[in-house]
């Protein structure tokens, strides 16, 4: 298969951290740096002298957060630090000698003692790992970075600022509001930027374990100065492995975190994925009465709108040691510099300053509590088998058997109906504009992680089911269920429609009628009349985690095509292979500049020969309303086959593909 290779870009790192930096302020400086750079589709590479000084779990931290700054891949070279790791986890002498060896004989080991070649790249950048500062990002983009000594002044932009990423749209004289409640016959109050979650999640971020036990040094001074965070704080721990537990507990550390609210939930992925569960019943009833930007602080990986929480409209990512601290503040709207984050126990006032761990500290507690056995013993079932996995008892059939009542599983319709004898091909014409949108819309957009409303269709199938509310779980849960995840598509409540004039929420217009529907409904009403649909959007259209059923559910849904100014690659990839075309508007245009309102219909047609389809041609879309416009069609080189099979399938084309004779040297 020929493939365009990918550009490569250098990130060179020199210098070291400052005392206090945390790895996650690290991660979230790079990540605003390639953002705006613009890395989508490509791999960066990470090299120079301060990649030496950056431990294996720091580096691990940076390369997860690949799909927020688009890459399709972040990646450090193997050194003296891998192999250290490789020890600390249990590996024996002669296995992590003959990695070296072998590494060292293919140049494919840096050793930072030796000259250093220079390396040709695609771009080049270059951060000195002294300029990185204490921060966090938000409140609805992870690439939205805030130094810590500015947040204050930015939150109070972002109540000023008109509705957007960066923007509550509060008028000033609400911006002051306090909602007082009863919390369990406890007097409470919150305000804007009050924290109501407080959570450290997600797999690198709880797998690091110098900003794990930065938070249980940050709890443990916390405790032993009389601070305590607030009963109404929803906090939680959940562990990216086994080994953290370990680690926490032999420090002594653990026992603060759990007097301060952090105890452990479980292991894996919680709220950054939108598990955070319910808040009480008296919070939400405070933040939806009086209309309260209410705040979550978490250690995560993405903070799109609506993915953590219905209820917290500002979602800010911090380090584990930070998001102990904001939980103790109980608020972001604070300037850790000048303001206390509460009053000890000797009735003083206790500043950030005197919570805070140093590098020393920090590293003191790894050495003395990270252990190779630690690691030995946790693994230990990847060999010997977990027994509650081996008990667990299978069926003899080769053949899955599905379960038509089931409401987690359900046989999706992909394969059915196929055919190896399709008709005459046909391409997308007259379809309707489901929803047209701006800038920046992710895959929690398009199909939310989170939990299921309860008057979104999903609820309403659910309960024709017989599911309980209480029972609902989240779509992430259900996305063995296509029938669920089809209805959920679209279905995030922070969603912006333009054929909705600014309104928020999964709805949109159904053309024909010019009834507001559901985004599900419209859909239907569309797939019934026999009439496509697509979608109008900005620039970075499907950025944000790569979930398959952020192309799943359109096509579920009968979207046959999205014309986007630009597309996260991965996401791209993922609509063609589901037979979704994806279109780039030409620079410098995009629906508003050609004036399209996403009233009219639109008709794309593209080759009957397969073997006339190539990456990056020229689509010419036409309207009923009398404009045409040109298309560059993004099915480039390394999803074509995808693309083709599908559309074979799917009765687009007319007769079977042999690869071996299209023009894209396939063999």
Known sequence: MSMVLPGVVGFKLSGKLRDGV????????VTQILRKHGVVGKFVEFHGDGVGKISLADRATIANMSPEYGATMGFFPVDHVTLQYLKLTGRSDDTVAMIEAYLRANNMFVDYNEPQQERVYSSYLELNLSDVEPCISGPKRP???VPLKEMKADWHSCLDNKVGFKGFAVPKEAQDKVAKFDFHGQPAELRHGSV??????SCTNTSNPSVMLGA????????ELGLQVKPWVKTSLAPGSGVVTKYLLQSGLQKYLNEQGFNIVGYGCTTCIGNSGDLDESVGAAITDNDIIASAVLSGNRNFEGRVHALTRANYLASPPLVVAYALAGTVDIDFEKEPIGVGKDGKNVYFRDIWPSTEEIAEAVQSSVLPEMFKSTYKSVTEGNPMWNDLDVPESKLYAWDPNSTYIHQPPYFKNMTMDPPGAHGVKDAYCLLNFGDSITTDHISPAGSIHKDSPAAKFLLDHGVDRKDFNSYGSRRGNDEIMARGTFANIRIVNKLLKGEVGPHTVHIPTGEKLSVFDAASRYKAA??????????????GSSRDWAAKGPMLLGVKAVIAKSFERIHRSNLVGMGIIPLCFKAGE??????????????IDLPNDINEIRPG????????????????ARFDTEVIVHFMHFM?????IRKPIRLCETSFGFL
Request: proline residues 0%.
């Open 617 to 632: 041609q020229d689509v010419t879309v036409k309207t009923d309303s009398g404009k045409s416009f040109t298309c560059t």
């Open 196 to 201: 109501v979650i407080a959570a450290i999640t």
């Open 22 to 29: 945390t790895a996650t302020d690290l991660v979230l400086t």
């Open 530 to 543: 026999g009439q496509d649909t697509i979608v109008l959007a900005g620039a970075e259209y499907g950025s």
């Open 143 to 145: 690439h939205d970075r």
């Open 216 to 223: 249980g040094l940050v709890a443990k001074k916390a405790c």
């Open 590 to 603: 995009d629906a508003d500049t050609l004036q399209l309102t996403g009233h009219e219909r639109y008709t």
């Open 648 to 652: 074979y399938m799917n009765q687009f």
